[in-house]
């Protein structure tokens, strides 16, 4: 079923309210550009409680109906500007660009639901991550740490630590760590995941307000 039928069952005030949110969950399923639990989790704290208020419950949907929309705009825009570069002989992107078809952050409020993805992970499921003997784990601990208590405005220092942490993780996620150490593979990816989530939400207002 589509996003916008399982939004209609939301909306749709003859259905029970547990089926209403069983059906705002399907359209997380089907948009969750911070995570499927940490979405929830940002609906939750941005819109109220909509498990028990039906106007929480609307609200959550219409949050999640803006960023998707924002991000279907991000890719029709991504997708005009690829077929002008296409034209002017330019076949594949430019490294620098950014493909929106997977989305990476919270269209609309980039940085609240980067650093609210950043707490929930902290909260959750981090600590079980994180090993002692492993230095990328052991930064990206720090940076967490100074991230939640700088709300989200950590000293450059700080930046270049996370930066180099990322080149680590990213360096060791490669398809024979799974093949070798499905675990780690999965822990690494895990960790990658928080780190680029904190990398949206110590970025500059400016530079992330998409």
């Known amino acids: 079923m589509s996003f916008g039928n399982f939004a209609r069952k939301v909306r749709d005030p003859a259905l029970p309210h547990r ?10 399923q089907l948009y969750r550009p911070i995570g499927f639990e940490a979405t ?15 106007a929480a419950l609307l ?6 109906e803006d960023s998707r929309s924002a991000w279907q705009e991000a890719k029709r825009a ?19 660009d950014v493909n929106p078809y997977t989305p990476t952050h919270w269209y609309g409020a980039r940085r609240e639901a980067a650093l609210h993805a950043v707490l929930f992970w902290h ?3 981090l600590p079980s991550l994180l090993t002692d003997d492993d230095k990328p784990a052991h930064d990206l601990r720090a940076c967490v740490q100074t991230c939640l ?4 405005h950590p000293p450059p220092g700080q930046r270049r630590l996370l930066a180099g942490c990322i080149d680590q993780l990213d360096a060791r996620l490669q398809p ?10 999965f822990r690494t990816r895990d960790l990658l995941t928080v780190a680029r989530h904190l990398q949206v939400a110590t970025t500059s207002p400016l530079l992330g307000s998409l």
């Open 40 to 54: 929830l989790s940002f609906l939750h704290a941005e819109a109220g409680p909509f498990r028990t208020d039906e």
């Open 19 to 28: 089926r209403r949110i069983s059906a705002l969950r399907s359209c997380v």
């Open 149 to 152: 208590e700088t709300d989200g």
């Open 59 to 64: 609200r959550a949907l219409a949050m999640l």
């Open 123 to 125: 909260r959750r499921r």
């Open 78 to 96: 991504y997708a005009a500007a690829r077929r002008e570069a296409k034209r002017r002989g330019q076949r594949s992107p430019h490294p620098c």
């Open 176 to 185: 024979a760590l799974h093949h070798d150490d499905p675990v780690e593979y």
